[in-house]
C-alpha cells in the first residue's frame, strides 16, 4: 500500500515536472520564434530600405549637385547687371540663365555693362580678372573695385556716384568719372595714372600730387579752391574752369607742352596764377582766365591786402600789350588810388599815388616782359591784372 501510495506521488511529481518542463520549452520556443520573426522583418525592413536607397541614389545625387551648382551662382542685388551679364554668351559660356563664379573668374579684357540702368555693381567683385570696366551711362551710386586689382581702364561717368574706391586698382592708367555726385576721390595708390576726367562732380579738394605720370586733367566744373599741379610735369591738357579756385600752381617746369587749346581756367576766383615762364602763359593762355587774373612765376601778396580785401569793379587796361603808355580804366571814380606795378618776381617797380582816380594814361618805361598792375583805393578795395611790355 504505501509503495503504490509513493509511486502515485512519484508519478504525480514526474507528471508535474514534465509538464513545467514543457511549458518552459514551448514558452522558450516562443520566445527564439517571436525573436526569428523579428529578425526576419527587420532584415526585410533593411531589405526595403537598401532597394529604396538604390533607386534614390541617383535622385539624390542630381539634387545634391543642383545644390551644389546653385551655390556656385552669383546672386545679384541688380536684375539689370545680370540681364546685360546673361545676355553676352563671353561672359554666360554655358547659356543656362545663370552667372557662375566659375564664369565670372574666367572673365578678362573689357567688361561693358553701359547703358543698362544699372543703379547696384554688388556681383562685380567675383570679376577679378577683368582689365577694363566700362559702366558708364547708368544709375549706379556707390562702386566699390577693391577685388579688381587688375583694372588697368575704368569708365565710370554719368552715373550718380557718391562713393568710388580704386585704391587697389594701382596699375589704373585712366579714369573717367565725370557727371556723379563725388565729394571726394582718393588717386594716393594710382601712381600710374596718365588721364583723369572728373569734371562736373562736387569736388572740393584734389591732391595730384604723386601722380607723376598724369597727362590729360579735366577737373572742370567742381567746388576746388586750391589746385598744385606742379608735380605733374607731363601734363599736356588742363582745364580747371567754373571752380572756386583762389590758389593755382602749374609751374610744373614743362608749361610749353600745354598748348593754347588744351589750356582753360576760366570762371575762378584766381588773382595770381603761378607758372613756368609768365611771357609764355600771356602769349598763350591769356584768354583762358579771367580779366582780373595775371601770371606769376611766384604769387606773393601784393601790397597790404588782407582777408577782407574786397575788390574794385570792371578795371580796364589797353592796348595790351603796351608799347610806351598805356590807359587804365575804372567803372567809376575812387579816391586815394595808389597805383602798383610788380615784375613776375614780386619787386615793386612803379607806384604811383592819386586822390582821384577814374581814368589816366600811365607811362612805362620799363624793359619787355610781363607785369602785374594793381589798384587799391582808400576803402580798401584792390584789383589786379596782367600787362604785356612788347
Known sequence: MKILTMVNVSASVLFYFCYMM?????WSFDIFYSFYQTKLNRNQTMYNLNHITIKLLPLIASLLLAVNVRAQDILFADPHLKAVLVANNQVNTNGDGEIQKAEALAFTGLLDVSSSSIYNMAGIEYFQ??????????????????SNSNIVRLNCSNNKLHLLNVDKCTDLL????????????????????????????KLSDLDLSVNTDLQQLDCSSNQI???????????????????????LNIANNNNNNIQSSSFDAKNNNLNCIQVDDAHYSMQNWSTKIDSFAYFSISCIVLGEQTSNTEYLGTLKVYPNPVGEVFTVELEKTYFNVTLEIYNVFGR???????K???????????????????????????????????
Open 225 to 247: 579752391s586750391t589746385l598744385n599741379v606742379s608735380n605733374n610735369s607731363y601734363l599736356s591738357t588742363f582745364n580747371c574752369s567754373n571752380n572756386q579756385l583762389t590758389e
Open 174 to 201: 585712366t579714369l573717367d568719372c565725370n557727371n556723379n555726385n563725388l565729394t571726394d576721390i582718393d588717386l594716393s595708390f594710382n601712381l600710374m595714372l596718365n588721364l583723369l576726367y572728373c569734371q562736373d562732380n
Open 22 to 26: 514543457s511549458k518552459t520549452y514551448l
Open 348 to 354: 615793386r617797380v612803379i607806384v604811383k599815388n592819386f
Open 356 to 390: 582821384e582816380f577814374k581814368y589816366g594814361n600811365i607811362n612805362l618805361d620799363l624793359n619787355s616782359g610781363v607785369y602785374i598792375l594793381t589798384i587799391k583805393s582808400e576803402e580798401g578795395m584792390a584789383k589786379s591784372t596782367s600787362i604785356i611790355k612788347s
Open 129 to 146: 580678372g577683368i582689365t577694363s570696366l566700362d559702366c558708364r551711362n547708368n544709375s549706379i551710386t556707390s562702386l566699390n573695385l577693391s
